[in-house]
């Protein structure tokens, strides 16, 4: 069974400050990964979606990097603002049939002006 | 709209009430997802729809709870004889293919009295 656990579970920096949010999974046999952003009281917003032949993937701001050997994923955000904060979810696909993805509890950024 | 469409946004019930959540997808996807997202909990895979397969029904918690897509595009989730624990964020989600990225819609809260 595929677990997915995001660390820290908050985090507070200053604005400016280039931070990394950090995923980690149990099985690396994924097809896919997705970054996602949640807003309170919103549905996700999809920002990044990595698939298992890929070692990163860049859009503007962030950029997201996969391990699968070590099952790992990280999401890089660059010069962080005060619209930034958000709770910041991953999610991993573990194969071109399975519809269900796997989600870590997510990591609640604050960026501080 | 462009994006995946939910209805009602809000809904209050009472306990032993039977509801319908409403899920509008991007036009032309071909996969459709339901997830739950519970206060303080984590994205719980609900149903999955493919096209014309037979969905996955694997997440659904109880008999009580059903969905059906009708025309390969708008789907409803019931829960029928609603309980205060299925009180949560229902999130629908839609994505071109099986297995593809996924965008989701802002969700439909439901709190059971």
């Known amino acids: 069974k595929q677990e997915v656990t995001q660390i820290p579970a908050a985090l507070s920096v200053p604005e400016g400050e280039n931070l990394v949010l950090n995923c980690s999974f149990t099985d690396s046999a994924i097809y896919n990964l997705q970054w996602f952003r949640q807003d309170p009281g919103k549905g996700l917003t999809s920002l990044l979606l990595?698939?298992?032949?890929?070692r990163e993937q860049t859009s503007g701001r962030l950029n997201a990097s996969l391990d699968k050997s070590s099952g790992r994923s990280t999401l890089y955000i660059a010069a962080s603002q005060p619209g930034d904060s958000a709770t910041y979810l991953c999610a991993v696909r573990q194969g071109t049939n399975a519809g269900k993805s796997t989600f870590g509890d997510g990591t609640t950024l604050t960026v501080k002006p | 709209g462009a994006g995946v469409s939910q209805s009602p946004s809000n809904k209050v019930t009472e306990k032993g009430k039977d509801v319908e959540l409403r899920c509008d997808p991007i036009s032309g996807h071909t996969a459709l997802y339901w997830y739950r997202q519970s206060l303080g909990q984590g994205l719980e895979f609900l149903i999955y729809?493919?096209?014309?397969?037979?969905?996955?029904k694997s997440g659904l918690p109880s008999d009580r709870f059903s969905a059906e897509r009708t025309g390969g595009s708008v789907s409803t989730l019931t829960i029928q004889r609603t309980q205060q624990e299925d009180s949560a964020v229902y999130l629908c989600?839609?994505?071109?293919?099986?297995?593809?990225?996924?965008?989701f819609g802002e969700g439909s809260r439901l709190t059971v009295l």
């Open positions: 990595i698939q298992s032949s890929q």
């Open positions: 729809f493919q096209g014309n397969s037979a969905p996955d």
């Open positions: 989600a839609s994505s071109p293919r099986g297995a593809g990225e996924l965008f």
